[in-house]
């Protein structure tokens, strides 16, 4: 049976001004697909899903819709009215919906559940960049809608936050596309992965699979395009050369070889001109020292607001070593790089740095950068048309290229610049200091894949020692040695590698689980009532919160056996297992809209 699609764009064309983000553009989504949507910063992704939502139109092509099919949009930069409850912020939706009034309780205490939020009368206003971004999430999950787009829904989550977003989106039934730059959470999530680009000569390459399996299709597609690039500058070397012996157009053959000769020279022309993709060049410069310890703390430990943040870190820095940062938000990750930085003393423990030695530091706010300065001065503090790189004069204009701003953007000031421009134009200036030390707090933020790529590989070559604080776990493990996880409390511990603390947090939650269940089932039978309740409902109140969790496990259990490919074929047994896979969501509905009543009987 052909897949059912969704949602699709056909031929589509958008310009600003004259500049083409993309033309004759076709996707499809088809019922389950889960896309990842990548591409270079200004390629169109975001125009793209806003056009897909709905929220924008394209200059030319056609966009189609399923009938009936309810479209969930989160946009990169969520807004809420801050004044608001998240309760409210949430019921909010429900209003616009028109939502008949006695759902909206059961529906609400399902967001609020599904989104994490312990307290639903917290003020937006006082919500971190990813709560908000939760939010967003659970507002526009809301809706129940059959198609969820989502523009860079990592974005302000920490690992926590997208280890949630990832399970919740593997236990969706319906089909999503997601802007991301996030490569493990590609990996771990989608089943197809869109790139647009214009060196393809549709504008997009679709592959089916994982990231990693978009990466080796994508490698062999180049591949085959530049055998054919090589193929078909042999036969227009052999045209040109057919031509200076000056054939005449006399006969209709000569006109019609003349002819195939401007084809094939405009074929490669276009083809060498989307193949010339530029990339930042980013690579640090190491002093070259060899010290074998360039930096030792013993027993660091540090408190804020009142609040131990750090207790009894160690940790010895020599060159090579690179170190990553884990944990929440608020955790102590940037507070341990002000401290190896020196700009925050301990409250206790000993830090000993070698003589002199460089530290060089990318501050995930960026406040070293003057936001009124001009790009020019910015990239070259000291005045002048030209920096000194490695020990040699190197002109600002082919400087400035080598992150990929353009002659004409260097008056502009910095405030101008976009957050990936920005984070390119904090590279630049770092890669100008020779540095033992590396000390780098989410320096990934607004950076696209292939920049990624770049910063990686030149992570990975720079021969001092480092540390890093990023949300971006694929680069975390690559490029690290070790890992030290801090959980805000005091608490340090050392991983090997991204796999090993994935693993340990799971068997973490999963002791809080049993824990939280073997509390509930030792309560005694003849406890106080709560106010408001029935003796028989009291009962029911004690049992339901670890109904719905059961109830939620058949949930994930029934869903992956629906996506089991080997009845990929069977359309029995797929209605079989969606047929469960709909009864056993039903349940947890109505576990919930049961909770609901009760909790507000309890008042």
């Known amino acids: ?48 899903l806003k056009i897909l939502a709905g929220l924008e139109e394209a200059d030319h092509g056609t966009r189609s819709v399923r009938r009936q099919l309810r479209i969930g949009y989160v946009p990169q930069e969520p807004s809420f009215i801050e004044d608001h409850s998240v309760e409210e912020a949430l019921a909010q939706v429900l209003l616009d919906e028109g939502t008949d009034p006695h759902e909206q309780g059961a529906r609400l205490a399902k967001a609020l559940s599904l989104g994490g939020f312990s307290r639903s009368d917290q003020s937006v206003s006082t919500l971190s960049g990813g709560w908000k971004k939760r939010l967003a999430i659970a507002r526009s999950l809301m809706v129940e ?24 989106l593997k236990a969706e039934p319906r089909a999503f596309i997601a802007i991301s730059h996030d490569r493990r959470f590609l990996e771990s999530v989608m089943t197809r992965i869109w790139e647009l680009d214009r060196r393809y000569a549709q504008g997009v390459f679709q592959a089916n699979g994982r990231y990693s399996e978009f990466l080796e299709q994508r490698d062999a597609a180049f591949q085959a395009q530049a055998d054919y690039q090589a193929s078909l500058a042999n036969r227009v070397r052999r045209e040109v050369e057919w031509l200076r012996r000056g054939p005449k157009a006399r006969t209709t053959k000569a006109k019609a070889r003349i002819d195939q000769a401007g084809r094939l020279i405009d074929e490669l022309s276009d083809i060498e001109s ?25 027993e660091v430990e540090k408190s804020l607001g009142g609040r131990l943040i750090l207790s009894g870190v160690d940790l010895l820095l020599g060159p090579g070593e690179r170190i990553g940062l884990l944990g929440p938000n608020g955790g102590g990750k940037t507070t341990l790089l002000k401290l190896l930085a020196g700009t925050v003393e301990p409250d206790n423990g000993v830090i000993t740095r070698a003589d002199r030695l460089r530290v060089v530091t990318f501050e995930q706010h960026r406040e070293s950068l003057d936001q009124q300065a001009s ?50 134009l904090l590279i630049a200036r770092l890669m100008l200091q020779p540095a033992d030390l590396l000390l780098l707090d989410e320096p990934t933020n607004d950076l696209d894949i292939p920049t990624l790529d770049v910063l990686e590989d030149s992570l990975l070559e720079f021969t001092g020692a480092l540390v890093l604080v990023t949300h971006d776990r694929w680069l975390l493990d690559r490029v690290s040695t070790r890992l030290l996880a801090l959980d805000g409390l005091g ?59 059961e109830a939620e496990e058949r949930v994930a259990a029934c869903q992956t ?17 969606y047929a469960m896979l709909h009864v056993a969501q039903a349940d947890v509905e109505r576990l919930y809209a049961r909770w609901g009543e009760l909790d507000a009987k309890r008042g």
Not at 12 to 31: A, I, N, R
Not at 386 to 412: C, G, I, M, N, T
């Open 375 to 424: 790009l020019r001065r910015a990239l070259a503090p000291a005045g002048g048309d030209a920096v000194v790189y490695q020990d040699r004069s190197v002109h600002l204009v082919s400087w400035a290229k080598r992150f990929l701003f353009k002659p004409e953007q260097l008056d502009l000031p910095v405030s101008r610049l976009s957050g990936g421009e920005q984070a390119r």
């Open 491 to 549: 608490h340090a511990e050392w991983f090997a590698d991204y796999a090993q603390w994935e693993s340990a947090q799971s068997r973490k939650a999963g002791e809080e689980r049993q824990s939280q269940v073997s509390k509930e089932s030792s309560v005694p039978a003849g406890s106080p009532k709560r106010k408001g309740l029935s003796y028989k409902e009291q009962r029911e109140w004690d049992r339901i919160e670890t109904a719905i969790l």
């Open 145 to 168: 809608p059959d198609v969820l787009l989502m523009d860079e829904p990592t974005n302000h989550l920490d690992v926590e936050g997208i280890l949630w977003l990832e399970e919740l």
């Open 561 to 577: 056996a629906a996506n089991d490919p080997s009845i990929a074929s069977s359309a029995a047994d797929l209605q079989e297992r």
């Open 274 to 298: 989307r193949r010339a993709q530029a990339s930042a060049a980013i690579d640090f410069t190491a002093s070259g020292r060899k010290s074998k310890q360039l930096l030792v703390a013993k």
């Open 1 to 48: 049976m052909p897949p059912i699609v969704l949602l699709s764009c056909e031929s589509l064309e958008k310009s600003y001004g004259v500049k083409p983000l993309f033309t004759d553009l076709s996707l499809g989504l088809c019922q389950g697909d889960r896309v990842g949507l990548i591409g270079p910063n200004g390629s169109g992704k975001s125009t793209l």
